[in-house]
């Protein structure tokens, strides 16, 4: 999938298994639509874990960092719903980034989408970005049955530590990815195979990478922009 806009709220968490009819219901019948309300909020996807942990991975498209920023985003967080009350109750092993986007190649929405999450070593942060950005994608989006691969790195507002959202409240505080790789395409098992060919972890650590990648596959459960 093409990314619109330069920012992705990129999240993944784990709901229990008999909640989970609920969860997707209430996701997209209310919080869908209640998030893309707010302007600069352009596209919401919602996937779900083939071989991967979390079970959801969730990601907005955003115009820019400064969305998530908004007052009219903040007024939504801090008065969530009585079903968004009821339902963010359930939410475990939250993991939540405000990321910028480094790179982006690709177009469409494909069906199968692998996340890889990641920091940089020590010291190289700008050579791996540069081989990530300049190589890796080019190369990903070349190979038959992937069709697009995003580069996002998430970026803390400077300062102290932010107060806690009523919905961080109710998630018990959220975790958060460092850098994160998207690949996705219309094959799955080429998707896949990508875990354990160009996106490996000693692959990753050669170019700059520190140990602890964390890779999971995750199919298209729903998406929808702003306007439908």
């Known amino acids: 999938m093409a990314l619109k806009g330069n920012a992705v709220l990129a999240m993944w968490w784990d709901i229990a298994p008999p909640e989970r009819p609920g969860f997707e219901h209430w996701h997209t019948s209310e919080h869908f639509p209640e998030r893309l309300a707010v302007p600069g909020f352009l596209r919401g996807s919602r996937w779900v874990a083939v071989s991967a942990v979390p079970h959801y991975f969730v990601m907005y498209e955003l115009a820019g960092l400064e969305v998530v920023r908004s007052q009219q985003y903040l007024d939504r967080v801090n008065n969530p719903t009585p079903w968004s009350t009821r339902t963010m109750a359930g939410f475990r092993n939250m993991v939540?980034?405000?990321?910028?986007?480094?790179?982006?190649?690709?177009?469409?929405?494909?069906?199968?989408?692998?996340?890889?999450?990641?920091?940089?070593?020590?010291?190289?942060?700008?050579?791996?970005?540069?081989?990530?950005?300049?190589?890796?994608?080019?190369?990903?989006?070349?190979?038959?049955?992937?069709?697009?691969?995003?580069?996002?790195?998430?970026?803390?507002?400077?300062?102290?530590?932010?107060?806690?959202?009523?919905?961080?409240?109710?998630?018990?505080?959220?975790?958060?990815?460092?850098?994160?790789?998207?690949?996705?395409?219309?094959d799955r098992q080429a998707v896949t195979d990508l875990a354990d060919n160009e996106l490996n972890e000693d692959l990753l650590v050669h170019r700059g990478a520190a140990r602890g990648v964390v890779a999971g596959v995750y199919r298209l459960g729903y998406a929808m922009a702003a306007g439908d």
């Open 96 to 186: 939540r980034s405000q990321c910028a986007v480094q790179g982006s190649l690709g177009s469409g929405i494909a069906h199968a989408m692998l996340t890889v999450r990641f920091s940089p070593q020590h010291g190289q942060a700008e050579t791996l970005r540069a081989w990530l950005v300049d190589v890796l994608l080019p190369a990903l989006v070349a190979k038959p049955g992937v069709s697009s691969a995003h580069l996002l790195q998430n970026m803390a507002p400077p300062g102290p530590p932010q107060v806690q959202t009523a919905e961080q409240k109710l998630r018990g505080g959220d975790a958060s990815a460092d850098w994160v790789l998207l690949a996705s395409g219309y």
